[in-house]
């Protein structure tokens, strides 16, 4: 019943422990990414969890007495406005990392740690490439799109390293099977073969390291692999395990 061990794939840096860790949690749509964070956010206060905020990405305010919804307009016509979506996510992300850490985890008495929902790195390694690889995102809009993520992630290239990577993995199908049960109205049309192919994506990137990456920091960054199969929500014992898997991760 309980989580598979899991696989460091290298630890985070230890002699370094009243520094704020910075950490990433990914995984594919709808693995359960928002629900493993609140069970993060609400196991010790060391730990700040920024949540995703695609409610953002639902209603971007036109200023014309109009929100648009981009989710919608995106999945309906991915070629005309998966790029737009992927500059407006990436912001969003870069907004999020780019954040000072709450204040309570200044002064909170063990290791303090600021996670986040997904990240700058995902957004261009897992999202805006597969969308580029489907012919979603042209040549140039792609040409356009590493342009400028390549130049405010070296300008920001400190403010936003991150300290380690939680991977919450589960199979496509499995993924597929939470999408349609939580219902969310925009994604009615996913298809499992794009879930399939962003598993890939997160495997090449995060597990087999083969992913062509332009930042040579983040190939050093160490990923704790959870197995994501197990009810996470509800299960106490799995809850407890998966959290202690993070503590040590962290400690
Ligand atoms: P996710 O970021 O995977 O969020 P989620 O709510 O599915 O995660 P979980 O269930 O694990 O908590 O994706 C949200 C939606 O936005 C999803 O339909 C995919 C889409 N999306 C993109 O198209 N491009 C992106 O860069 C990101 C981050 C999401």
């Given at each position: 019943r309980g989580a598979r061990q899991p696989r460091v794939h290298t630890a985070p840096d230890k002699d370094k422990p009243s520094r704020i860790l910075r950490v990433s949690l990914e995984g594919n749509i709808a693995v359960g990414k928002s629900t493993f964070a609140k069970l993060l956010n609400a196991a010790t206060k060391d730990w700040d969890v920024a949540l995703e905020p695609v409610s953002k990405w639902q209603s971007v305010d036109t200023s014309q007495e109009t929100v648009s919804?981009?989710?919608?307009?995106?999945?309906?016509?991915?070629?005309?406005?998966?790029?737009?979506?992927?500059?407006?996510?990436?912001?969003?992300?870069?907004?999020?990392?780019?954040?000072?850490?709450?204040?309570?985890?200044?002064?909170?008495?063990?290791?303090?740690?600021?996670?986040?929902?997904?990240?700058?790195?995902?957004?261009?390694?897992?999202?805006?490439?597969?969308?580029?690889?489907?012919?979603?995102?042209?040549?140039?809009?792609?040409?356009?799109?590493?342009?400028?993520?390549?130049?405010?992630?070296?300008?920001?290239?400190?403010?936003?390293?991150?300290?380690?990577?939680?991977?919450?993995?589960?199979?496509?199908?499995?993924?597929?099977?939470?999408?349609?049960?939580?219902?969310?109205?925009?994604?009615?049309?996913?298809?499992?073969?794009?879930?399939?192919?962003?598993?890939?994506?997160?495997?090449?990137?995060?597990?087999n390291k083969s992913t062509e990456l332009h930042f040579e920091q983040l190939k050093r960054v160490p990923v704790l692999e959870l197995d994501a199969t197990v009810d996470f929500e509800k299960d106490k014992e799995v809850k407890n395990n998966l959290i202690s898997q993070v503590r040590n991760f962290f400690s």
């Amino acid at each position: 019943r309980g989580a598979r061990q899991p696989r460091v794939h290298t630890a985070p840096d230890k002699d370094k422990p009243s520094r704020i860790l910075r950490v990433s949690l990914e995984g594919n749509i709808a693995v359960g990414k928002s629900t493993f964070a609140k069970l993060l956010n609400a196991a010790t206060k060391d730990w700040d969890v920024a949540l995703e905020p695609v409610s953002k990405w639902q209603s971007v305010d036109t200023s014309q007495e109009t929100v648009s919804n981009l989710l919608d307009i995106m999945y309906r016509d991915p070629q005309r406005w998966s790029y737009t979506f992927q500059t407006f996510s990436c912001m969003s992300r870069m907004r999020t990392q780019l954040q000072p850490p709450a204040t309570h985890l200044l002064g909170s008495g063990g290791q303090p740690v600021q996670v986040f929902e997904r990240s700058v790195y995902s957004d261009r390694y897992i999202f805006a490439l597969t969308l580029f690889e489907m012919g979603c995102i042209n040549a140039t809009e792609w040409a356009v799109y590493q342009n400028w993520h390549s130049f405010l992630l070296e300008q920001f290239a400190q403010r936003l390293e991150l300290e380690g990577i939680i991977y919450l993995k589960a199979p496509p199908q499995m993924c597929l099977e939470r999408l349609q049960r939580r219902g969310r109205d925009e994604e009615k049309d996913v298809k499992l073969d794009y879930l399939e192919k962003l598993h890939v994506q997160h495997e090449n990137w995060l597990v087999n390291k083969s992913t062509e990456l332009h930042f040579e920091q983040l190939k050093r960054v160490p990923v704790l692999e959870l197995d994501a199969t197990v009810d996470f929500e509800k299960d106490k014992e799995v809850k407890n395990n998966l959290i202690s898997q993070v503590r040590n991760f962290f400690s």
